[in-house]
Every structure is written in structure tokens, then in C-alpha cells.
């Protein structure tokens, strides 16, 4: 049997806003001893040094510990894949985009990834098209996929490689949106080695920002990547598939198939596109025109995969971020009758919301899965109200979800994966009545997405008995003022150090 000792913590209690000064006894990978009384340690400390070889003490020097994050949801394996490629995140013109992917000219495939019309101070989203990215290049396919996932724009050497089985194309502009743009990955196929790698990078970046596990969403292809890299993995995978429900069904596979390092979760499901690409459906059309965006799902073909999945116990994952997509998710649940949601199905980024849906969301015990990060387009002027006007204010309600008693977590989408980026944004939300406490955002990085993949007795909480997945910061998270340059100094999975700091 083996030890670890942390040594002067000061431990954060989020259900009490406070801090306490203890030690912490961790053994084989759970803690086994929450010690408050300054007293008892040297007895613990000699216990050890005489019955136990394997003991390893860390002096935390009044540091302060949180639970270890849940990213609740997060595409790490294809974050991993665009690592690799040219990043156009911190571009702030369409010419700074072109510029950088003409300096990467002897890639096989120009591939840029996560550019924001929103940070541009010149050009337009409407301007990027197949013509401006053929003067990169003729002979090489070239991809620029905004920062969503949704939207992407290719030269007409990489239209060439897309068949007409993709529907949602514009093959005179080059335009990409919803399918073809998300699963571009699958047309223009990284290799394994690019996998292992992309996995590699990812892992060490969602250490470095405090993240022990994770509710991953990938495809079929990306599921057997994950089971050829398996025991490279030291974090925690929630793993949520993208595909048809048949196969799944086909193969006897349940919620909760694995082991506390990596299980499958559910199914993935998109009921609309973004509001970057204006393909979420919202009610009321989109500012100066008549587009509500699109419903990729029917209400006939929802209905159908509700009942599969209630009936061979498949947990649902559903992407809806307009209110009129919500509609029908939550028309096809109330005519289900789900009841207590006993397969915690859950409803990703919902950000458009009304009260009426609120309390209905409540009702049938549905979980919101939202993401914090989302609020950098929330701020008066930027994109959300250039695309809705007005109604851009109510977005991302997290106080009103709370206050409904609907179980809330927060994930990142990876734009970008940190969970401190997150929380600093709903505490600060750009509209008061929707801010959250420092104790209560971190909470829904850390308390509550355990439940979402039923191992809320497992982790999530620094207390005996629990997983020893612990993050170590040097600042008090629980000050406000704290949140914009606080450090994660060490990070614990399973009692094992992954991430040191200093």
C-alpha cells in the first residue's frame, strides 16, 4: 500500500465560502484522511515512517486546494489535431488570416483553424470565400474553419476532395457549414501518429489548466483512437459519441461501459448549427434578415431516437442553442414522459432561453451543460448583438438555471479549454442579474458534472473516501478580484502528481 501526504493545504469549501488549514493522508489514488487539528499529524507522519516504505510527502506551503475540474464538455482529441495546425485565433483582420496560412505554403494541406470575425478590425466574415483562398494556393487543398466548428471556408482544390454526399455546401463561395465543416477531419484524414501526438499535446494543456477529467465528444473513428491510446491516458474520459444510434444499439453498449479512466457516456446529437455561422434556430430571425437558422434533426426522427435510447438505456447528449431547436427537444421529452431523466439525458449550451423553457427544463430534471467561455461574444457591440439585437442580454441565464434548480455544469468547448478562463467570465457575466459567486462557477467546474456521468460518489469533492484528484492554486479562488491572474501550481489525478507548476 502506498502514501502521499499534502502538507500545510488550505482546503476551499465551496458550500461554505470559506477555507480551512489541514493536511491531507491520500492512499492507493483515494484520500483516506482529512486532517484538521495541527496536533495529530505528527502522529500520522510517524505511523507512516515506521509501517510504510512507499510515502512520499508534498509541502503545499499554504497553498490553496480545489477539486480537480471536470471539463464538461470538450473535443480533446480533435483540439489535439489543431494544435498541429496554423492557428488563426489571435489574427485580428481577414489579411492577418491570409498572411499567416501563405507562411505555411510547404504544409501537404493548408489547415487553419479557430479564426473569430469578431476580433477582426477589418474584413468580413461574408468576404472569405473560395476565390481569396485560391491566391494561397492552386495545387494545395487550403481550410479556414472558424473558432465554432460549424462554419468553414476551403479554395476549390479542397472542394475537390468534398463529394456530393456532403449536403450543406456552397460550392460557388466555398462555403461549409454544420456537417461538412464539424467532420472535415474525416475528409481530410490526420494519420495515427498525428492522433498520438494531438492527444499528447492536449493532455498536458487540460493539466496545465487544472482539468482531471473531461466529457470528451468524438466520432466512431475518434472512439478507436481512444481505445488504441487508452493506457497513455491519465485522465479521467467521459467518452460521448457522435454517430448513429443503430450500431450502438447493435452492439448491447450501455451508459457507463468502462472504468473510472475511460467509459462510454452517450450519444451526441445536434439539433442546430452556432450563431457565429447563423445556423442556430432561434424564433425570431436573425437582425436585418429572414433566416432562423436550421433544425437538423426532425421532430419524427427525434422522437424515434428518445425512445431508442430510453429503451437500451443510452444516455443523451443534445447540442441546442436556439430557443426554437429547444422547443422541440423539450415537446418530444414532455410527449417521452421522461419523468426523473433516470439517464441524465442533458442539453448542450442551451443559451437562448425563456422562462416558460426554464421551468420545463426543470420539470423533467434535464441537465444544462453550458459554457461560461461563450460570454466574450455576450459584451454590447460584439457578436451576439450584431446577430440578435436586443435579445443578446438575456443569453446565458446561469443565475435564472441555478435558481430553477436545474442540475448546472459548466464545460469549455475548447474555445479555449481552462476552466479559470470560464469562471472569471460568469462571474464577471456582462449583465448582473446572470453573474455567479467565485464559490458557485467553481463549483459547476467541479461539484456538479460528476452527476452527469453518474460518479458524483466518486469525485468532484475534496472529502474521504473520494478520488484523490486535486488541484493546487496560489491565489484564493474564492475572491473575485483573484480570478484574472490566479496560477494552477500542482495537479493531482488519482493521488499521482501529472502537473507541476513550481
Known amino acids: 500500500m502506498s502514501f502521499i501526504l499534502l502538507k500545510n493545504c488550505k482546503l476551499v469549501n465551496l458550500n461554505k465560502n470559506n477555507i480551512n488549514k489541514c493536511d491531507i493522508l491520500i492512499s492507493n489514488g483515494r484520500i483516506s484522511k482529512i486532517i484538521f487539528n495541527p496536533s495529530d499529524i505528527g502522529k500520522f507522519v510517524n505511523f507512516l515512517h515506521r509501517n510504510f516504505i512507499n510515502f512520499q510527502i508534498f509541502d503545499l506551503k499554504d497553498n490553496f486546494l480545489i477539486p480537480g475540474f471536470t471539463d464538461s464538455h470538450t473535443h480533446l482529441l480533435a483540439y489535439g489535431i489543431e494544435l498541429q495546425r496554423v492557428d488563426l485565433s489571435k489574427c485580428f483582420s481577414l489579411d492577418e488570416c491570409i498572411e499567416k496560412l501563405k507562411m505555411e505554403k510547404e504544409r501537404e494541406i493548408i489547415f487553419g483553424v479557430n479564426w473569430d470575425e469578431s476580433l477582426w478590425k ?229 443559451e437562448i432561453l425563456n422562462s416558460k423553457q426554464i421551468k420545463e427544463i426543470s420539470r423533467l430534471n434535464l441537465i444544462a451543460s453550458m459554457q461560461p467561455n461563450f460570454l466574450r461574444w455576450q459584451v454590447p457591440d460584439n457578436m451576439y448583438e450584431k446577430a440578435l439585437g436586443l435579445r443578446f442580454k438575456g443569453m446565458n441565464c446561469f443565475k435564472k438555471i441555478k435558481k430553477a434548480g436545474i442540475k448546472l455544469i459548466f464545460g469549455s468547448d475548447c474555445m479555449p479549454l481552462g476552466p479559470l478562463y470560464g469562471i472569471a467570465l460568469a462571474v464577471n457575466h456582462p449583465f448582473c442579474e446572470s453573474r455567479l459567486t467565485p464559490a458557485e462557477a467553481i463549483a459547476l467546474y467541479t461539484q456538479s458534472p460528476p452527476f452527469a456521468t453518474f460518479d458524483e460518489n466518486k469525485k468532484g469533492i475534496i472529502e474521504e473516501g473520494k478520488f484523490a484528484d486535486i488541484v493546487v492554486l496560489n491565489k484564493n479562488p474564492l475572491i473575485k478580484e483573484n480570478l484574472d491572474d490566479i496560477e494552477v501550481l500542482k495537479v493531482f489525478v488519482d493521488g499521482c502528481l501529472v502537473y507541476k507548476n513550481r
Open 122 to 350: 477589418k474584413g468580413k466574415k461574408n468576404e472569405l470565400n473560395r476565390k481569396i483562398l485560391d491566391k494561397i494556393s492552386k495545387n494545395k487543398p487550403v481550410i479556414m474553419r472558424r473558432v465554432c466548428g460549424h462554419f468553414a471556408v476551403c479554395n476549390t482544390k479542397a472542394l475537390g476532395f468534398i463529394s456530393k454526399e456532403w449536403k450543406m455546401v456552397d460550392r460557388e463561395n466555398g462555403w461549409l457549414y454544420e456537417d461538412a465543416a464539424l467532420y472535415l477531419n474525416r475528409i481530410f484524414k490526420p494519420n495515427f501518429e498525428m492522433y498520438k501526438k494531438g492527444l499528447e499535446l492536449a493532455t498536458e494543456h487540460a493539466f496545465r489548466t487544472g482539468i482531471t477529467s473531461i466529457h470528451e465528444i468524438t466520432d466512431i473513428n475518434g472512439f478507436k483512437i481512444y481505445q488504441l491510446l487508452k493506457k497513455q491516458i491519465k485522465l479521467r474520459v467521459g467518452l460521448y459519441i457522435i454517430t448513429d444510434i443503430l450500431p450502438l444499439i447493435g452492439m448491447g453498449i450501455q451508459s457507463n461501459f468502462g472504468n473510472d479512466f475511460f467509459k462510454f457516456s452517450g450519444l451526441k446529437i445536434f439539433m442546430d448549427g452556432s450563431i457565429g455561422a447563423q445556423t442556430a434556430a432561434i424564433r425570431k430571425p436573425y437582425k436585418n434578415s429572414r433566416n432562423r437558422g436550421k433544425i437538423l434533426v426532425s421532430e419524427k426522427n427525434l422522437l424515434n431516437l428518445v425512445r431508442m435510447a430510453e429503451n437500451h438505456s443510452i444516455q443523451l447528449m443534445i447540442h441546442s442553442i436556439g430557443d426554437r431547436s429547444t422547443d422541440l427537444i423539450l415537446k418530444v421529452f414532455k410527449q417521452i414522459g421522461i419523468r426523473k431523466n433516470q439517464l441524465r439525458h442533458r442539453l448542450e449550451h442551451i
